[in-house]
């Protein structure tokens, strides 16, 4: 199937960026692997990102799983030589191309066999808006009354409480006297975390290409996230951005609905590549990053935002703890969202009404230590068809004999 044609904005020949845009600012000091498809085996390749340069590395390590699952990864990768695929702007460029050159590489989702976990209400201004989304069940108007009357009530500062404290629960206990039970107090400020599956392995989609939220959904928005990269063990070994699209009004209807509200058709975004943590590059850093969010719409709407991870509710570890453990292994890893802080409330097409996504929408995800993410919006059911997956896989890399 052929990507999509862009319309307006979008039908911009760099609405993507260039290669340079989309690396980490210090790219030259980082150790950087992601995946592409190779059409000359008529499948995925894991390779590393170099000096602008993209080299092969299934020759060594047939998945990006099994570069994850080494004991030291950036130290191994740094030390690996393979052959050039291309320059990386030039696979980028392929990527995102209205007639992409289905005989030259492109790039795909950075991560393969790994889960692909998300964890919600990790900032204390999600859980406002999950407690609005649930209680107005999609409508726009009445969301953005209940918003006014809830910041007077209880305030919009509730960075320093812990969950699972004795002070946060002495806030739900008051919340639910004030009527304003909601389950999302429990995953917000209660001792275990939200995290669900956000979608199925391989269905991730990268950089430049389109992200779907369902053409039946009237009120959705981008989700801004640090992605970790989880090993088997539990340990931490890289991150890279993530988009996880969320359509606010199936989600508002029910909390039983969150599969349909988060995993659909090309619902979820990642990259543009992994960052491995080294001695530049860790748990410390990630802490203190701040995730960038622009969106540009072809009707001239411009909204732009960060989101903060030392405004973290909870602390990434404590998210990986709650995700991989003695409870439940993941033999092949995880990528796991970290939350977002934003907060889509400005108005787009009327006063009160807030932000909804329309087609052709461009999303800016940047990061300077972890790069740039790009897609533009579709209608899911529009987007290119996730129709690769594990058993095509294995397939594919027992043909070339890396098996």
């Not at 969950?163 to 004030?178: F, H, N, Q, R």
């Not at 622009?294 to 732009?304: A, P």
């Amino acid at each position: 199937m052929t990507v999509p044609q862009p319309r307006g904005l979008a039908a911009d020949a760099h609405w993507f960026g260039t290669g340079a845009e989309a690396l980490p600012d210090d790219a030259d000091h980082s150790v950087l692997i992601g995946r592409i498809w190779d059409p000359s085996v008529d499948g995925p390749a894991p390779v590393a990102v170099r000096g602008g340069e993209v080299i092969d590395l299934s020759h060594r390590f047939p998945t990006v799983r099994d570069i994850c699952e080494l004991t030291d990864p950036a130290a191994t990768v740094a030390g690996l030589d393979g052959p050039r695929v291309g320059g990386f702007g030039e696979i980028l460029a392929n990527t995102g191309a209205a007639n992409r050159d289905h005989n030259r590489p492109w790039l795909l989702a950075p991560v393969d066999l790994q889960a692909l976990k998300a964890a919600g209400v990790t900032f204390p201004v999600s859980l406002i808006e999950r407690v609005i989304e649930e209680r107005a069940r999609g409508d726009l108007a009445l969301a953005a009354d209940l918003r006014r009357r809830m910041l007077a009530d209880i305030g919009a500062d509730l960075h320093s409480l812990t969950p699972g404290s004795a002070e946060a629960e002495k806030l739900k206990d008051l919340l639910v006297a004030e009527g304003m039970w909601s389950q999302y107090l429990e995953v917000g400020i209660g001792p275990d975390a939200e995290i669900f599956t956000k979608g199925q392995i391989l269905s991730a989609v990268g950089t430049a290409v389109p992200v779907g939220v369902l053409a039946a959904s009237t009120w959705n928005n981008p989700e801004p996230e640090v992605v970790l990269i989880v090993q088997s063990s539990g340990r931490v070994v890289g991150a890279t951005l993530g988009n996880d699209v969320n359509l606010r009004d199936v989600e508002g209807r029910s909390a039983l609905l969150l599969p349909l509200a988060k995993d659909n058709n090309a619902s979820c975004a990642l990259g543009p590549l992994i960052r491995l943590f080294d001695e530049r590059f860790g748990l410390e850093q990630v802490r203190e990053l701040e995730v960038g969010l622009e969106v540009r719409g072809v009707d001239g709407f411009q909204l732009e935002a960060v989101s903060e991870m030392a405004q973290m509710s909870r602390e990434p570890e404590a998210l990986v703890r709650q995700l991989i453990g003695p409870h439940h292994h993941y033999p092949d890893g995880a990528a796991l969202m970290l939350g977002t802080m934003f907060a889509p409330i400005q108005d787009r097409d009327r006063v009160g009404e807030g932000f909804t996504h329309k087609v052709d929408d461009v999303v800016r995800i940047s990061c300077p230590a972890l790069g740039t993410l790009v897609n533009r919006v579709r209608h899911a059911e529009e987007c290119e068809p996730w129709q690769f997956g594990v058993r095509d896989l294995m397939s594919n890399l027992a043909r070339r004999e890396l098996l």
